[in-house]
């Protein structure tokens, strides 16, 4: 069973983030020994990983309350809300798009 | 010069750092490689991940093996489960409303915590959405843990530790003249293996890898 509690506090871990940041600067070094097929939990703590990484960089710019990495509740709070933004920002442009296409969906003059 | 005695409390936070500390050590060596090998008896195993091939052998196993539970009369799918509790006056559908509920109500105080947290509000603020949450997250708990207990005994729930459990089959090897091989031979074998130590230990490494 994958412990969901240690992965996020290795994956929040200073050295960890390094971990990342060093195998993104230096292509040769890379964060697990196989390239491909990662495991469950190589998975799953990949994925902390990268959003500890975002959350450190929306600290690094000031954008948000340091009280996000106080614990996880505030975390995924954040990341939660940020998701929905996201997924507003989507929206629309999808319904810009779709007035585009409904525009462009209609028949040109003397075109049946 | 008089030494300070340690306090119970004091000891106990000790003993749970070094305890947090050797757990974060052990993670970090399962997560070096996607497989994991360990020595049993003086025999080098090693868990690794399913091939394609295994993927579709355990998929028709699944298949046969709920296709034979299907055929027991006592043994009852979910909806079934769901119908003999409400005429014995327990509503599981009642308690799904209640997760789907309290879902629904942790996720808009996220958004909400979140746009807090987003303008910088000061922490009293945040802290009050941050304790409703917790609050709901224990009855969610609550009713997730009743629901389970519930339909524990489930044809769905056989049916996932049956393939739980054959699933380690596939995945454990041992050395053998240098070569890694199956531990086991056959299902039969495998079924027929007592030492649960050598299984459990196993079957640890194989849900890291395998269970997502």
Sequence with gaps: MINNELVRKLAKSIKHQNILRI???????????NNTDLSAIQD????????????????????VSPIVLKDNIY??????????EKHNDSKTTNTAHDVNLVFSNKPLKGVK | MQEKIMT??????????????????MLEEDLKDNKAEFNYKDIEYRVRLFTRKD????????????????KDPDILKEADLYV??????LDIAAIDSEIRRYQAEIMDLHL???????????ESVCKAYHDKIVTLQESLYVAIIKRAQLLNHSLENILEEYISR???????????????????????????????????????YNLKLNIK
């Design chain 2, 166 to 204: 054959i699933s380690l089959f596939f995945s454990l090897e041992k050395l053998e003249n240098e070569k890694w091989i199956r531990a086991f031979k056959s299902l039969d074998e495998y079924d027929n293996f007592n030492d649960e130590e050598l299984l459990s230990m196993a079957q640890i």
């Design chain 2, 84 to 89: 003999v509790y409400k005429n014995k006056g």
């Design chain 2, 55 to 70: 993927k579709e052998e355990i998929y028709l196993l699944n298949i046969k093996k709920y296709n034979q539970l299907l």
């Design chain 1, 23 to 33: 195998s993104k600067d230096i292509s040769s070094i890379q964060i697990f020994k």
């Design chain 1, 44 to 63: 799953v703590y990949l994925s902390y990983l990268y959003m500890y990484s975002n959350i450190y960089d929306e600290l690094a710019l000031d954008k």
């Design chain 2, 8 to 25: 119970d409390e004091e000891a106990k936070d000790i003993v749970a750092q070094l305890k947090e500390k050797h757990q974060l050590e």
């Design chain 2, 112 to 122: 909400k915590l979140g746009k807090e947290e987003e303008d910088k509000s000061p």
């Design chain 1, 75 to 84: 975390t995924d709070a954040f990341i939660a809300w940020k998701n929905s």
